[in-house]
T-cell receptor
Framework: GDSVTQMEGPVTLSEEAFLTINCTYTATGYPSLFWYVQYPGEGLQLLLKATKADDKGSNKGFEATYRKETTSFHLEKGSVQVSDSAVYFCALGPTGNQFYFGTGTSLTVIP | DAEITQSPRHKITETGRQVTLACHQTWNHNNMFWYRQDLGHGLRLIHYSYGVQDTNKGEVSDGYSVSRSNTEDLPLTLESAASSQTSVYFC?????????????FGPGTRLTVL
């Protein structure tokens, strides 16, 4: 079945470091791909999305490219800030009216 | 501002009791979803609705039910709570059935079943 696999955390980086969080997927159709962010005590918020192969989603300095050939949607940011500390979820959908989420990757950025 | 709220934010109950978690959105969205979040599993879809009187089962629907009597609310009921249902529950809504639509999430309800 369809699924999303994210790199396991937690990830700890120093401020201004480069961030990559890996996400790969398995899908039978052509779903959209998403990155959501969850700050402590809050619900998930959409960070960025891509709707078809080779699309690049971007927001707040974060980027991810929908790679069909490698079935990947890795999240990157060139210079992280303390305020980026959160849990990041990769997701795909809809397939069969369902959305599938990864297990989440916790990021802590230290000053 | 439009929002999606959940209540209660925290709930402790006993095995076998019926529990209802509330979800209310003021986005006027047709679509509403219930997920549970567990360590090592990410978010899993419990039930969803595409409009009033419409409800559908998700990946992990056993032991849960929903009803949609108006656009704003989708309450989630655990008919007979089990310890395996201890989790954090998130409600979400979106405007249409298109997969590109953003889902807006509530703040979550942490449920503990003793």
């Amino acid at each position: 079945g369809d699924s999303v696999t994210q790199m396991e955390g937690p990830v700890t980086l120093s401020e201004e470091a480069f961030l990559t969080i890996n996400c790969t997927y398995t899908a039978t159709g052509y779903p959209s791909l998403f990155w959501y962010v969850q700050y402590p005590g809050e619900g998930l918020q959409l960070l960025l999305k891509a709707t078809k192969a080779d699309d690049k989603g971007s927001n707040k300095g974060f980027e991810a490219t929908y790679r069909k050939e490698t079935t990947s949607f890795h999240l990157e940011k060139g210079s992280v800030q303390v305020s980026d500390s959160a849990v990041y979820f990769c997701a795909l959908g809809p397939t069969g009216n369902q959305f599938y989420f990864g297990t989440g990757t916790s990021l802590t950025v230290i000053p | 501002d439009a929002e999606i709220t959940q209540s209660p934010r925290h709930k402790i109950t006993e095995t076998g009791r019926q529990v209802t978690l509330a979800c209310h959105q003021t986005w006027n969205h047709n679509n509403m979803f219930w997920y549970r979040q567990d360590l090592g599993h990410g978010l899993r879809l419990i039930h969803y609705s595409y409009g009033v009187q419409d409800t559908n089962k998700g990946e992990v629907s056993d032991g849960y039910s929903v009803s949609r009597s108006n656009t704003e609310d989708l309450p989630l009921t655990l008919e007979s709570a089990a310890s395996s249902q201890t989790s954090v529950y998130f409600c979400a809504s979106s405007e249409s059935k298109r997969g590109t639509d953003t889902q807006y999430f509530g703040p979550g309800t942490r449920l503990t079943v003793l």
